[in-house]
């Protein structure tokens, strides 16, 4: 889980693009390469050999770490800001936001949270992002306790 949770936050270290002069529309810029599915499989497939050691196959780890990484593009296509996300970078370049915008665009930088507009996103993300985790990770608790309870038969 801890693997998942870090593959899901690497798509923003991106944001050192902007120190380096990179421009954010760029593919190379935020929002850009990092948050696309050929990044998410790139990063699954780096983690290939942490299988072992994270416990799983290595068709589980690879799987799970990409996914989780991919899912840091699909909820930030979920914001209302921003320009975009470049899910099929290298192939095209163009950047895409889902057809829903329920969740309030974070601020750059950690110090943006520490603001009316920072309690605002959080506040949204409380709302939309973290209760569709809880619930979808509850069910899949229970499911999981459910089967594993059932008597073979």
């Known amino acids: 889980m801890v693997a998942g949770a870090l593959a899901s936050v690497v798509p923003d270290l991106d944001v050192i693009t902007f120190l380096l002069g990179i421009p954010y529309a ?6 850009g ?7 998410g499989l790139f990063l699954g497939l780096l983690c290939l ?39 099929f970078w290298p192939v095209l370049d163009t ?15 950690v110090s943006g949270f520490f603001t009316q507009r920072g309690l605002t996103v959080i506040f949204s993300e409380a709302q939309t992002i973290w209760l569709m985790a809880a619930v979808l990770g509850s069910v899949l608790f229970i499911s999981c306790r459910l089967i594993a309870r059932r008597p073979d038969s």
């Open 26 to 31: 760029s593919e190379w810029g935020h929002r």
């Open 49 to 87: 050999p942490l299988a072992r050691w994270l416990q799983a196959t290595k068709w589980l780890a690879v799987s799970f770490i990409s996914l989780s990484a991919m899912s840091h593009g699909v909820l930030d296509a979920a914001t209302d800001g921003g320009l975009g996300i470049a899910f």
């Open 33 to 39: 390469f990092t948050h696309s599915i050929a990044f």
């Open 95 to 109: 950047r895409y936001f889902l057809p829903w915008q329920i969740v309030e665009v974070s601020p750059i930088g």
